[in-house]
């Protein structure tokens, strides 16, 4: 059982950045770490994950070029790095770990969820 704990949401202007970070409890190198966010009235989506154990990332087409997912493996951290935040970035982040199942993470695919860390961004 591993607890995440995130922190770094915020308000930003379009165009700004914010950084994320998740603490695990427990050595999280043995998980896939990934962060989802839901907006209110939509679906929560996968928008960065990172496996150590394949070397792999994934990233959402919304997000790509703009976010970067790092795993800091002797910190028991995970961060997103958030650039060119656009309004519709606006969303409720949770950081999650599970096991691997391959690409694109899907919520079930994760058993341990943070309490989430609300990200908003004004035009």
């Known amino acids: 059982w591993v607890q995440l704990v995130e922190s770094g949401g915020g308000s930003v202007q379009a165009g700004g950045s914010l950084r994320l970070s998740c603490a695990g409890s427990?050595?999280?190198?043995?998980?896939?770490m990934a962060w989802f966010r839901q907006a209110p009235g939509k679906e929560r989506e996968g928008v960065a994950a990172?496996?150590?154990?394949?070397?792999?990332?994934y990233y959402a087409d919304a997000v790509e070029g703009r976010f970067t997912i790092t795993l800091d493996n002797a910190e028991n951290m995970v961060t997103l790095q958030m650039n060119n935040l656009a309004p519709e970035d606006t969303a409720m982040y949770y950081c999650v770990a599970g096991f691997y199942r391959g690409w694109p993470p899907r919520s079930t695919d994760f058993d341990y969820w943070g309490q989430g860390a609300q990200v908003t961004v004004s035009s």
């Open positions: 990172v496996y150590s154990g394949r070397d792999s990332t």
């Open positions: 427990e050595s999280i190198g043995r998980y896939c």
